[in-house]
C-alpha cells in the first residue's frame, strides 16, 4: 500500500523557514524521482520542487533560490527546506512521485506564512 506521511509545516512569519519532511512507504523510492506539491485555496495543485534518482533537483520559478529538495534514500523519505517564505506560500503541501504523481495523495502538511 502506497503511503506518504508528510510533517513539518505550521505558521511562520514572513522571511522565516520550515523543513517539510515525507515519510514514504510502499514505493520504490530509491527508484522513483520524488516532488513536492502544493494547493492553495481555491487553485490547482502544483508541482513545486523534484528531485531524481540521481540527485538532480528542479524548481518551480516562485521559489527558485529559496527551497530545496533533498532525499534520503536510507529512510525512504524526502525533505524541503523552505527559506525567506512570502505570504504566497501559504498553502498545504504534500508529496508524491516527480513528474507523474500516484493516485494515492497524503494528508499533507499545511504552511501558513503570516505576520
Known amino acids: 500500500q502506497v503511503q506518504f506521511v508528510e510533517s513539518g509545516g505550521g505558521l511562520v512569519q514572513p522571511g522565516g523557514s520550515l523543513r517539510l519532511s515525507c515519510a514514504t512507504s510502499?514505493?520504490?523510492?530509491?527508484?522513483?524521482?520524488m516532488g513536492w506539491y502544493r494547493q492553495a485555496p481555491g487553485k490547482q495543485r502544483e508541482l513545486v520542487a523534484t528531485?531524481?534518482?540521481?540527485?538532480?533537483?528542479n524548481y518551480a520559478d516562485s521559489v527558485k533560490g529559496r527551497f530545496t529538495i533533498s532525499r534520503d534514500n536510507n529512510k525512504y523519505t524526502v525533505y524541503l527546506q523552505m527559506n525567506s517564505l512570502k505570504a504566497e506560500d501559504t498553502a498545504v503541501y504534500y508529496c508524491n512521485t516527480g513528474g507523474t504523481a500516484l493516485p494515492s495523495w497524503g494528508q499533507g502538511t499545511q504552511v501558513t506564512v503570516s505576520s
Open positions: 510502499g514505493i520504490f523510492f530509491s527508484t522513483s524521482d
Open positions: 528531485v531524481t534518482t540521481t540527485g538532480n533537483t
